[in-house]
C-alpha cells in the first residue's frame, strides 16, 4: 500500500510540475545580447584598431594569469624541494634554480598586468 501510494505522489507530482512548464509558450526567439537573428555571425569580429588592442590585451591578461598561476606553483613545488632535501647539496641547487625561476616568473606575471594596464591607459580602452 505504502508503494503504490509513494508512486501515485510521485506521477501526481510529476504531472503538477509538467503543467507549469507547458503554461506559455515563448513570443519570441532567445538571443544573446548584441546579437539578432541577421547577424549572429557577425558580431565580434575585429572591425578596428580598438577592438584588436582590446582582444590582444585580453589575451595577454589570460597569459599573464597562466604564468602567474604557474610560477607559483613552481615556488611551492621549490620549498618542498627545500624541505625533503635532507642536506643534498644537488636537491638544493635544483630548488634554488626552480625558485630563482619562479621568483621571475611572478615578476613576468606583474610586469604583463602592468603592461595591461598601462596600454589600457593610453589607448583608452
Known amino acids: 500500500m505504502k508503494k503504490a501510494l ?3 505522489f510521485v506521477f501526481a ?11 506559455q509558450a515563448p513570443t519570441s526567439t532567445i538571443t544573446p545580447p548584441g546579437f539578432s537573428d541577421t547577424n549572429l555571425g557577425t558580431v565580434g569580429n575585429i572591425t578596428s584598431t580598438a577592438t584588436l588592442v582590446n582582444t590582444i590585451m585580453g589575451l595577454v591578461g589570460w597569459v599573464a594569469w597562466v604564468v602567474g598561476l604557474l610560477a607559483v606553483l613552481m615556488g611551492l613545488y621549490s620549498g618542498i624541494l627545500f624541505i625533503t632535501a635532507g642536506g643534498n647539496a644537488e636537491t638544493i641547487t635544483k630548488a634554488r634554480n626552480i625558485l630563482l625561476y619562479s621568483i621571475v616568473g611572478i615578476a613576468v606575471a606583474v610586469l604583463a598586468f602592468g603592461l595591461v594596464a598601462v596600454s589600457r591607459s593610453i589607448f583608452g580602452i
Open 6 to 8: 509513494s508512486v501515485m
Open 13 to 23: 507530482l510529476a504531472l503538477s510540475l509538467s503543467s507549469v512548464a507547458f503554461a
